[in-house]
């Protein structure tokens, strides 16, 4: 939909994944802004990376008022 969006990419191992909603979450009200809908997460072509282990690289956004 239309509208204002936070993004975030994010490249780490999968345990690290879990704390990118707090990050974003904290990094919005930082700007003055508000969640408004839901977190979605889209794998960012993954298996190009390979020889990289166990890391993912996914791009997080949400929109934001």
């Not at 345990?15 to 408004?36: C, F, N, T, W, Y």
């Amino acid at each position: 939909p239309a509208g204002r969006y936070a993004v975030y990419l994010h490249q780490g191992e999968a345990d690290s994944h879990a704390k990118v909603p707090g990050v974003m979450r904290d990094a919005i009200r930082e700007q003055g802004l508000a969640l408004d809908g839901d977190l979605y997460i889209v794998d960012m072509l993954t298996y190009i990376l390979v020889g990289l282990g166990d890391e993912y690289l996914l791009k997080y956004y949400v929109k934001v008022v």
